[in-house]
């Protein structure tokens, strides 16, 4: 657990003890808050990086989402007719957890023989 993680652990275990401990409840609960208070700054600004941690997920997530439908609509401009079917290029993820995929591009001829779709790989582009 990172040094913020147990940061956050001990105080929280801090105002849990501080209220279950108290012989009354009402002083367990303002010990609990008093805790709370110490500490309320502190708090504030690991929420506003976590914030801004979420923002810049949501921002690759959604430039990734981007990134991958031009190459996608870049491949479909890649088709070229030819004879009985056509030349598709196209880049390929090898299926493995691989910091370069994907790979390619590389060229198929895809034609249909007996109602199939037939890909036969021609080689990298």
Not at 27 to 56: K, P, S
Request: aromatic share 8%; charged share 35%.
């Amino acid at each position: 657990m990172s040094e913020v993680g147990k940061k956050l652990r001990d105080l929280y275990e801090a105002m849990l003890q501080a209220y279950r401990e108290a012989s009354n409840k009402e002083q367990g609960a303002r010990t609990a808050l008093e805790i709370y208070q110490a500490n309320r700054y502190e708090l504030e600004d690991i929420v506003r990086i976590l914030d801004d941690l979420f923002d810049l997920r949501d921002l690759l997530e959604e430039s990734l989402r981007a990134l991958v439908e031009e190459r996608s609509r870049e491949e479909k401009r890649g088709v070229t007719i030819r004879g009985r079917g056509c030349i598709v290029v196209k880049l390929v993820p090898c299926g493995k957890n691989c910091s370069g995929c994907p790979h390619g591009p590389y060229a198929y001829e895809v034609h249909k023989t007996a109602g199939r779709q037939v890909w036969k790989y021609l080689g990298k582009a």
